[in-house]
């Protein structure tokens, strides 16, 4: 008889409240993957027809908000599950909200990097497919929540930088880039004619096809920037799309270096010169140098 009622129990909790927890946690499931996709497709159209910055915000916006989503997703799931298990659910609510105020004094930091986080995203500061230096780590951007920004460096190393310890912000990659040369030459050599040489050879570049689409503006000499101690050093710079400066500075030194040299152009190597010094008549002391060979044993 008591198997009897236990069985009959089992099988009308399993008729109501059981089937409705399955059927809750089958919708969450499926809501889960729902918001995913609503997410990623409401800002893919969104970006449809833009340029490569919109697109990027849209990529950076659609994960913080499905992540956001699937967070209240299972909130309101466990709420509903716990009601059918017959627990009061206000009650918790309210030691929630007294846990949570205790919880955040203990955690602090986990308060200070959503804040930060949300701030970062608000601002548009970081987005995924930006190059950033932040907290003294770079690399790219591959992902962006509230709590933390990781980064892939070109060694592919991955670093997790909570975003409460980023106070600086050093995009390399917004809205355009820039590559700054500097050139450095003979003291001998007319730095006019090099300049003229510089300028033809920032023309051929963003003549070629497979250059040119990603260069938004001619070089830009600034002019004769630094005595140094074995070259004259003339700056200039490039202005890219974004990301795409280091390929145009790489392919741009390529051909610099091909064509000084089919010039005569000298790209100095450090050198030191020696001056003995004179007295006030003019003279200069002596200096004894002796030259000397190694034979090596063979």
Known sequence: MELTN???????????PGLAIILIL??????????????????KRAAENRDEEYKKRADTLSSVIGYVLRITIFIVGLMLILGEL?????????????????VGFGAQSLVKDVISGFFILLQDQIRVGDVVQIAGKGGLVEHVNLKMTILRDLAGNV??????????????????????????????????????????????????????????????????????????????????KPIKQWRIGREFN???????????????????????????????????????KIESDS
């Open 6 to 16: 236990y069985l009959k129990f089992v099988g009308d909790w399993f008729l109501g």
């Open 26 to 43: 089958i919708l969450m499931l499926v809501a889960v993957k729902a918001s995913k996709l609503l997410a990623e497709r409401l800002f």
């Open 86 to 102: 017959g627990i009061e659910v206000g009650p918790i609510i309210a030691a929630a909200g007294i846990i949570g105020l205790a």
């Open 159 to 240: 670093h997790y930088v909570p975003n409460g310890t980023i106070d600086v912000v050093t995009n390399m990659t917004k809205d355009y880039s820039r590559f700054v040369f500097n050139i450095g030459v003979a003291y001998r050599e007319d730095v006019d004619e090099v300049m003229k040489v510089i300028t033809e050879i920032d023309e051929s570049l963003r003549n070629d096809p497979d250059f040119g689409d990603d260069i938004l503006e001619p070089l830009e000499i600034l002019g004769v920037d630094e005595f140094a101690d074995s070259a004259v050093i003339i700056k200039a710079r490039t202005k890219t």
């Open 254 to 292: 390529r051909r610099m270096k091909k064509v000084f040299d089919e010039k005569n152009i000298e790209i100095p190597f450090p050198h030191v010169t020696l001056y003995a010094g004179e007295d006030k008549t003019g003279k200069a002391p002596a200096m004894p140098i002796s030259m000397s």
